[in-house]
C-alpha cells in the first residue's frame, strides 16, 4: 500500500520533542521531510540509519528525527560522522550542516571528510545567512545581500560549494531547493545509495533574518523566489542581484524574455545531479582495513 506523505513522515519523528523550535514557514520542516521520504524510499530500517549533525537552527534537526542521532560541536559533524562511519560501516550516516557550520568553522573538516571520500551523505542547507544567532553573514551570503554584519550589503564573492566538492573529491554533489520537494526527496534518495562522500546542497528560505532583511517577502514568495534555477548559483543571489547571464543560456533567455522557466520534476532532478565522480577511492575502507590487522595484531600479542 503507498502511504501518504505526512504518514511516512510520522513514523521518523520523535514527538515527543515536538512541534519544532523553528519558525512558522522555514525551509527546514520540508528538508526533514525530504529526508524522511527519501529514507523510506530507500527502505532503510531505522536503527540502520544515523543523523549527525553540527550547531544552528539546521543542527536542531537531529534532535527530531527517530534515528540513531548525534547532536554535536558547531561546525564538527562531519569528523563525528567519519568516526561513526568507520566504526558502523554498515549504517547510512547522514550529516546535515548549515552553511555557515560546514563552510565557516567547519570548513576544514568538510574539506578532509570529502578528501577521504567517507561513506556519508551529508546535507548542506543554504539559507544564506547564520539562522540561531540572529542573521549575520555567512559564506554563501549573496554580493549585496543584506545581513546584520552587512548592513549595506555584502560586497565578498560567495562560496561556490560545488567548486570546493569537485576539488576535494566528493564522489556525488546535488543542488535542490524546498521549493521542489519532489525533486529533492530523489536527490537524497539518489545520494543514499553513493558509496563515498554524497553532498545534496538544499537552497532554503530563512524569511524571518535573511527574507525580511533584503524585502524578499514572505515564506512563500521567498520560495517562488527559487523557482528559476538550482544549477550554478543560489537563486536568492540572482533575485537579489539580478544576474541572469550567470543562469546559463536557457534560464538567460527565459528572464530577457520575462517568462516563466519551465521545468517538470525529472528535469529538475536531472538538472540537480550536478557531477558524480564514482570512481574515487573509498579510503574508509582502508581505514577499516588497517584497524582491523591492528586488533588482529594486538590480540596475537596477547596470547
Ligand atoms: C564554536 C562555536 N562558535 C560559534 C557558535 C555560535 N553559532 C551557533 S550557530 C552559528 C551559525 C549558524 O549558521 P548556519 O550554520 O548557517 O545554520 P542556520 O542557523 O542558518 O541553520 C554560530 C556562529 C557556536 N555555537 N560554537
Ligand atoms: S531563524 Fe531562519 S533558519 Fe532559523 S528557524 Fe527561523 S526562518 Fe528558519
Ligand atoms: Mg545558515
Not at 521531510?33 to 543542527?59: E, P, W
Not at 537579489?240 to 524574455?257: I, Q, S, V, Y
Request: with cysteine; net charge positive.
Amino acid at each position: 500500500m503507498k502511504l501518504q506523505n505526512s504518514f511516512i513522515v510520522r513514523e521518523y519523528l520523535r514527538p515527543q520533542v515536538l512541534p519544532t523550535t523553528w519558525c512558522p514557514g522555514c525551509g527546514l520542516g520540508i528538508i526533514l521531510s525530504s529526508i524522511a521520504q527519501a529514507v523510506h524510499h530507500r527502505g532503510l530500517a531505522k536503527r540502520d540509519v544515523a543523523m549527525v549533525s553540527g550547531i544552528g537552527c539546521t543542527g536542531r534537526m537531529s534532535g527530531y528525527v527517530d534515528f540513531n542521532t548525534l547532536h554535536t560541536t558547531h561546525g564538527r559533524a562531519p569528523a563525528f560522522a567519519t568516526g561513526l562511519k568507520l566504526a558502523r560501516p554498515d549504517m547510512s550516516v547522514l550529516c546535515v550542516m548549515g552553511d555557515g557550520d560546514s563552510m565557516s568553522i567547519g570548513g576544514n573538516h568538510l574539506v578532509h571528510a570529502m578528501r577521504r571520500n567517507i561513506g556519508l551523505t551529508a546535507i548542506v542547507v543554504n539559507n544564506a545567512v547564520y539562522g540561531l544567532t540572529g542573521g549575520q553573514a555567512s559564506p554563501t551570503t549573496p554580493v549585496g545581500g543584506r545581513t546584520t554584519t552587512s548592513r549595506s550589503g555584502s560586497f565578498e564573492r560567495p562560496m561556490n560549494l560545488e567548486t570546493l566538492a569537485r576539488a576535494a573529491g566528493a564522489a556525488f554533489y546535488a543542488r535542490a531547493t524546498v521549493n521542489h520537494t519532489a525533486a529533492l526527496v530523489k536527490l537524497i534518495e539518489r545520494a543514499l545509495a553513493v558509496p563515498g562522500f554524497a553532498l545534496v546542497e538544499v537552497v532554503s528560505n530563512c524569511h524571518v533574518l535573511y527574507g525580511r532583511m533584503n524585502d524578499l517577502g514572505d515564506a512563500s514568495e521567498m520560495m517562488k523566489g527559487m523557482e528559476g534555477q538550482t544549477r550554478r548559483v543560489n537563486p536568492v543571489l540572482l533575485r537579489r542581484a539580478d544576474m541572469p547571464h550567470r543562469l546559463g543560456a536557457a534560464a538567460a533567455a527565459d528572464a530577457a524574455a520575462n517568462t516563466e522557466p519551465v521545468f517538470d520534476e525529472d528535469l529538475r532532478v536531472q538538472r540537480g545531479v550536478i557531477f558524480e565522480q564514482p570512481h574515487r577511492p573509498d579510503y574508509a575502507r582502508r581505514y577499516q582495513t588497517l584497524l582491523h590487522e591492528l586488533k588482529a595484531k594486538k590480540a596475537e600479542a596477547q596470547t
